[in-house]
């Protein structure tokens, strides 16, 4: 059912995925229905297929958004810290900023200047307050690198292809805490990696898929 669940509103979109089983938790459900992907997304916005942002990025299929939220949803609860890497459009950044609430914290990070100041000012002019009380922060940087200034993260979600384990983020995950991360060159699959309470990590390898190679702005604009 997957790549099938578009919609003509933003909630007939929620309801196809919830129907194709994709998403479930009460919680991401919440999410998605509170953040308007045509905030986010100029053109088609609840056709379940990635969509152009501009300067060689995409805003992901809203299949891949419901995965990684449900994915992530034990480690996005009210109070808690996540760190969104190569956020781009915002719009999986003000989902998870939905999920942790008023007391927690997410940090959208994106090598791409001009989509980061985009994005803040389209959470600006729908989710002020999400803003102007901190619950949401975006950077510009480099998002291989993650954000110390603030780690620990109890969830990490990754929108762009690691081309190997991402060590440098995984330093920067909580104990417990969990990534969702694509990794691969030629054949890339959705990894999770979680932490335990001392530390130790393991990985599960959930599906093939086929996303944008994380890697830096020249090479993202040159591609």
Excluded at 132 to 145: A, F, P, Q, S
Aim: glycine share 10%; net charge negative; proline share 5%.
């Amino acid at each position: 059912m997957a790549w099938m669940c578009s919609g003509k509103t933003n909630d007939e979109l929620v309801d196809n995925l919830v129907k194709a089983r994709i998403i479930s938790s009460s919680q991401v459900i919440s999410a998605m229905r509170a953040v308007d992907r045509a905030h986010f997304s100029k053109q088609y916005p609840y056709e379940d297929s990635p969509q152009g942002i501009g300067y060689g990025a995409t805003i992901s299929a809203p299949h891949m958004h419901g995965y990684a939220l449900e994915g992530l949803v034990e480690y996005l609860k009210p109070g808690m810290r996540a760190l969104d890497v190569g956020s781009g459009s915002g719009y999986l950044t003000a989902c998870m900023a939905a999920m942790v609430g008023s007391n927690g914290h997410v940090v959208g990070i994106e090598h791409i200047p001009e989509l980061a100041d985009q994005s803040l000012v389209d959470l600006r002019a729908h989710y002020p307050e999400w803003v102007n009380d901190k619950r949401i922060e975006i950077v510009t940087g480099d998002g291989r690198l993650g954000h110390n200034e603030g780690a620990p993260y109890d969830s990490i979600h990754v929108g762009a292809a690691a081309p190997k384990k991402p060590t440098e983020l995984l330093a920067q995950l909580k104990a417990p805490g969990r990534m969702f991360v694509p990794v691969g060159t030629n054949s890339q699959y959705i990894v999770v990696y979680d932490k335990d309470e001392s530390g130790n990590v393991t990985e599960d390898r959930v599906m093939g898929v086929r996303y944008v190679p994380l890697t830096d702005a020249a090479m993202q604009l040159m591609g």
